[in-house]
């Protein structure tokens, strides 16, 4: 099995020896990857949708995997017991979908000791959600796969650092790391604001004065800073 960069990253995260429970597992290629490469000791691989989690049952039998993979159809952390995974990966969804997932079942979530998350967007709900919740970020990766960029955040359970706000959206690690995409990321934040300003804007001048117009006016302004000094 060979993985595109996105998953292959997210694999990289994964500890060896661990039991991981991959969430939203669709075609089952991160759970197969792992087992071959002897990286974790078992998996599960849960899908909320009938059609992944057969298409990720074909795959592992395909791959005679399923002594090791158990394949699981239910929502979110439901699939699991508490204590039955070491490691938690929720990739390619909303960020607003993965705090439900991770808030839904606290007493699976809290036996958890490392989360690799890949929200498609809302990534800084995500971070909100981490420091809230305590788990501190200990790895931040930028991946670009077919043109587009994917945000990964690896945390374990611990306080974090309370970090300014400009921060959750770029992401702390990313700014201290300063990776080749940075510059990348930091410009698609932006353009994606710029877009919400000036859909706002277009609303007239009640919308121009409201706190939210301008907490979205200064969070553009300092993107533009942070991109400034890069
Ligand atoms: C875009 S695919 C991502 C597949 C794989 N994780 C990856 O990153 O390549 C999203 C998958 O998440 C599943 N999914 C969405 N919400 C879910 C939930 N609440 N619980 C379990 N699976 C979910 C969908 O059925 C779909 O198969």
Redesign the pocket.
Known sequence: MKLGQ??QT?ANMVPTGVTIA??????A??PIYLMQQKITASAIA????H??YLSAQGAVAAYHLDHAISVRQ???L??LRPGEADVA?????GGA?II??LSARPEVTATLKRLIL?P?IAASLVRTWLYVNNWIIIDEQLVQEEGKLYQIIAAEPGEMQPVEPILNEIGPLLWQTKPPLLKQHIQELIDHLRNVVAAMAAGGSEVINSEKYREYTRRLNELEDRIACL
């Open positions: 996105r998953l997210i991959d969430i939203g597992t669709d075609h290629y991160l849960g899908d909320v949708h059609g992944p239910g929502n979110g439901e699939v990966v929720i990739a390619g969804m979908n439900e997932i890949q498609m």
